[in-house]
């Protein structure tokens, strides 16, 4: 997983431009109490409201605007950007809040160490700066207190003012509250579901879903459609993981939203795929880069992406109507895994946890960057293929596991239909639902639901 973080902020570097979630900045030594730090607090502050950052330290903008190296970056420079140092900093425009979740990498290209600063967004409430900075220089207010900052798609740090900066505010709110019903126990059931409803999630003008006879007929050829996309999907996927040297097995999913969304532009669709990710872990589902090879493409139907690491593969359609197919080869079967396994193969469990709870919770994210309405009903088709002969094991090597339960069946199958109020304020359900079919295909073994939840926690309490 630490090598797929790396390789994702080394695409960074390789290939630079400035998005919603990345910025770059000059070569410039970290201090308190000078402009340059401010300015780093305030796009701290926006990203951390708007889902999760990247600040590069050690670009600079050319005449043709592009972004190069800077070549005055150095080492003492790289040093200069200590986590703790940098967080106590932020702490002093953030009194009476919750701490900003920062982390520091420091990421080597072309001989050079890059400074990267990972912002997380914010757990329940967005964060207000409390403490005003003005240039002594220059006298502009760079910090205001009492604002909110967030990021925008333009890649701008701006303070919250416009109806549509408000908008981007409130789903990043809803998100964050979506997490935190997601954690808590949902045996009560009922309370959990009202408390679901209560959740105002249609932040922007909720599409419009055709009812009624006369929709039966369309009904009909959407679905016939869907799954004729579906199956080219699936055939074009399993061309390339196989092409690509990927012959041990993969898992693969599918989200079925509802009819009558309207046909989405191949623009639109990429900014709904960006927005989607779920920024968890080192190499996220439906990830979208900028490298040639890696970035998705529009096509007549949607875009998609075609992921060839060398050690993993990945295979990502978004269709123009808001479908979304996935393929990934199996994690466990990378090489250095396999340098570990010897000549056994393995269903990783606590790594299979995670991925079950990633892909509800894409699913999630996809159904809101659609603006599809509480009530709305989605289909989810999991599937794995190439079990047969894999050993259930575990990735975490200090986690107490039973050993030598191999799966007899090649295949694995399970269909939801989710309600979107649902997907999230029930995800521990959702997950253990999935668990139980997946690993009893592994010697009748049942996991323990709490030890399914608390893996479900380290997934949902992660950040990059």
């Known amino acids: 997983m630490l090598e797929r973080i790396h390789e994702y902020l080394r695409d960074k570097l390789e290939y630079p431009a400035e998005a919603k979630d990345t910025d770059y900045k000059t070569a410039v030594k970290f201090a308190e109490k000078t ?11 926006g990203f951390a409201n708007s889902g999760v950052g990247y600040i590069i330290i050690g670009y600079k903008e050319q005449p043709d605007r592009s972004l190069a190296p800077d070549p005055d970056i150095t080492d003492e420079i790289a040093a200069s950007y200590e986590v703790t140092r940098l967080c106590q900093h932020v702490e002093k425009y953030l009194v009476g809040q919750d701490r900003i ?3 520091v990498y420091k990421e080597e290209f ?3 160490r890059y400074p990267i600063i990972s912002i997380a967004r914010f757990h329940e409430y967005p964060f207000v700066c409390t403490k005003d900075y003005v240039s002594p220089t220059t006298g502009e207010a760079i910090l205001e207190s009492g604002q909110i900052y967030i990021r925008t798609e333009g890649a701008r740090t701006l303070i919250v003012k416009s109806p549509s900066e408000w908008r981007q505010l409130i789903k990043e709110c809803i998100k964050a509250r979506q997490e935190i019903e997601a954690k808590r126990p949902t045996e009560g059931g009922e309370e959990e579901g009202a408390r679901a409803e209560e959740v105002p999630l249609e932040v922007k003008k909720p599409v419009s879903i055709e009812k009624g006879p006369k929709a039966l007929a369309k009904a009909e050829e959407a679905e016939k459609q869907f799954a004729a996309w579906v199956k080219n999907e699936n055939d074009n996927a399993i061309n390339e993981i196989k092409s690509a040297g990927f012959t041990e097995g993969f898992f693969n999913f599918v989200i079925q939203v509802p009819n009558g969304l309207g046909q989405i532009d191949s623009a639109t669709l990429l900014e709904i795929a960006e927005k989607s990710e779920c920024h968890k ?14 970035k ?4 007549a139907d949607g ?14 359609a978004l269709n123009n109507r808001g479908h979304f197919f996935f393929v990934r080869s199996h994690q466990e079967d990378a090489s250095h895994a396999q340098e570990l396994a010897k000549e056994s193969k393995f269903l990783w469990f606590d790594i299979a946890i995670w991925r079950i709870s990633e892909i509800i919770s894409y699913t999630s994210n996809l159904c809101t960057e659609l603006n599809l309405k509480q009530n709305d009903k989605i289909k ?5 293929e190439g079990l047969k002969g894999r050993e259930l094991a575990v990735a975490n090597r200090l986690r107490l596991f039973p050993r030598h339960r191999k799966c007899g069946e090649d295949e694995y199958k399970k269909d939801l239909e989710l309600k979107v109020a649902d997907i999230m304020s029930k995800l521990k359900d959702h997950v253990y639902q999935i668990a139980i079919g ?19 926690d380290e997934f949902l309490n992660s950040r990059l």
């Open 35 to 45: 402009d340059f730090a401010a300015k780093l607090v305030k796009h701290i502050l």
């Open 303 to 316: 875009i998609r992406a075609v992921l060839n690491t060398g050690d993993g593969f990945d295979y990502w």
């Open 281 to 294: 872990t080192g190499w996220p589902i439906g990830v979208v880069l900028t490298k040639p090879e890696y």
């Open 296 to 299: 998705p493409l529009p096509l």
């Open 438 to 456: 997946l690993f009893g295909l592994f010697d009748f073994f049942k996991p323990d639901k709490a030890i399914v939840d608390s893996i479900i």
């Open 101 to 103: 979740e920062i982390k």
């Open 110 to 112: 072309g001989g050079v």
């Open 380 to 384: 989810l088709t999991l599937s794995y």
